[in-house]
């Protein structure tokens, strides 16, 4: 079963977007990919995303959105095949929202390899606001058991660091099309 966890931060501002960004760029990402910000340079794509928020004055809200996909190692036995499918799990969003992703090549749990995923709330088009409850989440939940085609799990870490387990397992529709 493939996990899809929701990181929950609200706060923080400038300095949490600093803090994961680095964190998914840390040098222990066997890859990297960026969308509208650098994705070999923290700094940079930190600060790419703070431009964004402040041009469309959304500075003072929810910084950024982070996201972790952990696959079972038949699902994504290397970092590319992780990758890649990150890449489909995001497409949809990564088409208007800056984002990040860095996959990280660690045994946890029943996962030989993971992606951080952050994503600027930010609309580079028109400077709304993405939301990130339920409805948000429930939807890439269910992208990511059509594009991997395997169950999926849903988890929500809230920002008391207490954890949510959905009770729906995400299946994959039949129809479902990478």
């Known amino acids: 079963m493939e996990i899809f966890k929701v990181i929950i931060h609200t706060h923080g501002g400038d300095r949490y977007i600093d803090n994961v960004v680095n964190y998914i760029l840390d040098g222990r990402q066997e890859r990297a990919k960026g969308y509208g910000v650098n994705p070999y340079d923290p700094d940079i794509a930190a600060m790419q995303m703070k431009r964004t928020a402040r041009y469309f004055n959304n500075q003072n809200k929810t910084p950024l959105f982070h996201y972790v996909t952990s696959y079972s190692p038949e699902t994504a036995p290397t970092p590319e095949k ?83 387990e959905c009770l729906r397992v995400f299946v994959p529709h039949d129809s479902a099309a990478d």
């Open 82 to 164: 992780a990758l890649e499918l990150t890449d489909k799990v995001f497409s949809n969003i990564t088409d208007s929202h800056q984002a990040l992703i860095g996959i990280h090549s660690e045994k946890q749990a029943k996962s030989l390899n993971h992606a951080h995923t952050v994503v600027n709330p930010t609309d580079f088009n028109t400077g709304k606001m993405m939301y990130g409850d339920n409805s948000t989440n429930y939807s890439i939940a269910q992208r990511m058991a059509d594009v991997t085609g395997q169950p999926t799990k849903l988890i929500v870490r809230k920002e008391d660091e207490t954890e949510w």
